[in-house]
């Protein structure tokens, strides 16, 4: 069974900093391909990073771009999200998921079958 567990979220004010950790189980972790979504009420998850043990970093979008990281540790089985200068619009719970081939790079979440429990990350002062 795969299971995608996330930790490190929390509050941080404007500028800050958050590292989201995503440890998975349930598949070797050599080859893969994983994404980052959020989401807030009222509105569509919507992709945030991607990556895969083929290409690495394969996807950024725009608003993130130059503030937050995407990477993995296979020893660790874990995938992070680095978060930097962060901002109130950046608040969402965020969601590590894993796509079913680690062929696809892009941020269609429907090419994600599996997904964790989601954690709130909140940018306030």
């Known amino acids: 069974e795969v299971q995608l567990v996330e930790s490190g979220g929390g509050l941080v004010q404007p500028g800050g900093s958050l590292r989201l950790s995503c440890i998975v189980s349930?598949?070797?972790?050599?080859?893969?391909?994983m994404g980052w979504f959020r989401q807030v009420p009222g509105k569509d998850r919507e992709v945030v990073a991607c990556?895969?043990?083929?290409?690495?970093?394969?996807y950024y979008r725009d608003s993130v771009k130059g503030r937050f990281t995407i990477s993995a540790a296979n020893a660790k089985n874990t995938e992070y999200l680095h978060m930097n200068r962060l901002k109130p619009e950046d608040t969402a719970v965020y969601y590590c998921?894993?796509?079913?081939?680690?062929?696809?790079?892009?941020?269609?979440?429907?090419?994600?079958?599996?997904w964790g429990q989601g954690i709130q990350g909140t940018v306030s002062s």
């Open positions: 990556i895969s043990s083929r290409v690495g970093p394969s």
């Open positions: 998921a894993s796509a079913s081939s680690s062929e696809y790079s892009g941020g269609d979440p429907g090419a994600y079958p599996y």
């Open positions: 349930g598949f070797t972790f050599d080859d893969y391909a």
